[in-house]
């Protein structure tokens, strides 16, 4: 078992094509979304964008994050092979903003889907605290 | 955009091999871990093994669980074609039992390292009250 070091679990997020983004939520307790993001100086940039079809503009993840700025984004590996297995979570907070010209072209670079102009809403901006890692064995 | 009917939603969660389990922590507000599972007379069934190594045997799931045992597990499934994306998402309650020989052999049949006798300590029952799901369009 590998507790992977800050730069390696940097190193694997800013990697990662996709996450699940957990929030709390006032009465459920806790709500968990599939999310795609990008990292950019250090802050994980997530996309309310309007491409992937949604049941509504007024996004849950958003709501709960104005009542509690904690969130948590875990990105995964499952292997059938276990030892392959590794995952890489970041603790932290997030809130809805603007997207600045260097976080379109950090997610347009990223996902293709993101190139056209208006794909993207606003962004949550999440700070992590805390970023922890596991490896069953080192990764490559 | 497709709403996933209940037995779809079950049909996609009782075949995929991984998702992510989120629950409450006293300070952080949220944690979230990748578990395996197994769906069991309506019940979604994840094992505390000893094949995957952890930190400790004490695990925070665990804790959290006993705490809240509100909690939320998502199954998503990824691509780059995001006309493929889908995931299904249960809340529910769970709290942590000894297992059951059918949860024991439910686990077997899906996960070959589960045949080891030994190799599963408790599990976590995971009672949903709603279960959802999406996809970009209908899965096949």
Redesign the interface.
């Given at each position: 078992?590998v507790?992977l070091d800050h730069d390696r679990c940097w190193e694997l997020l800013a990697r990662a094509?996709?996450g699940?983004l957990?929030?709390?939520h006032p009465e459920?307790?806790?709500?968990?979304?599939?999310v795609v993001f990008a990292v950019v100086d250090g802050t994980i940039v997530l996309p309310i964008d309007t491409?992937?079809?949604?049941?509504s503009t007024r996004l849950r993840r958003v709501a709960n994050l104005e009542l509690?700025e904690?969130?948590?984004l875990?990105v995964?590996h499952?292997d059938?092979e276990?030892d392959r297995?590794w995952?890489v979570?970041a603790?932290g907070r997030a809130r809805e903003a603007a997207p600045a010209p260097a976080v379109l072209a950090a997610l347009a670079e990223r996902y293709p889907?993101y190139r056209t102009q208006g794909s993207i809403a606003t962004v949550l901006l999440l700070v992590p605290d805390e970023i922890t890692g596991w490896a069953?064995r080192p990764p490559r």
């Open positions: 078992v507790h094509r996709a699940v957990s929030t709390l459920r307790g806790v709500d968990a979304v599939p491409v992937k079809p949604k049941a509690d904690r969130c948590v875990l995964d499952y059938e276990w297995l995952w979570r603790h889907a069953a």
